[in-house]
């Protein structure tokens, strides 16, 4: 059991970075792959980009070589580092922790958070 609790997301400039945290709470926070995910308005939720629990990265097309995950177990933080980025990045974020491997599928993951915005302007 785990609650998450997403920050930092905003309104930026196109081109500009924003990075986006994930609170998780209790000390079973290292158990647990961490993924993001985002959702505009009218579209599915998509995979952006996840971290296994020893530290490998995965990555989106859309996001490889523009955004950056990362995890500090001892805060229980996960975060999105996100740069150069674009209107077409405009989404409610969402972290979200599971168990399993299967690091791109929504249905992997158990706890999600609350989501947060982000707006690109162009």
């Known amino acids: 059991q785990v609650q998450l609790v997403e920050s930092g997301g905003g309104l930026v400039q196109a081109g500009g970075s924003l990075r986006l945290s994930c609170a998780a709470s209790?000390?079973?926070?290292?158990?647990?792959?961490m993924g993001w995910f985002r959702q505009a308005p009218g579209k599915e939720r998509e995979f952006v980009a996840a971290?296994?629990?020893?530290?490998?990265?995965y990555y989106a097309d859309s996001a490889k070589g523009r955004f950056t995950i990362s995890r500090t177990n001892a805060k229980n933080t996960a975060y999105l580092q996100m740069s150069s980025l674009k209107p077409e990045d405009t989404a409610v974020y969402y972290c979200?922790?599971?168990?399993?491997?299967?690091?791109?599928?929504?249905?992997?993951?158990?706890?999600w958070g609350q989501g947060t915005q982000v707006t690109v302007s162009s």
């Open positions: 979200a922790a599971g168990v399993g491997n299967s690091y791109y599928s929504v249905r992997m993951y158990d706890y």
């Open positions: 209790g000390r079973t926070f290292r158990s647990y792959a």
């Open positions: 971290i296994s629990r020893s530290g490998s990265t």
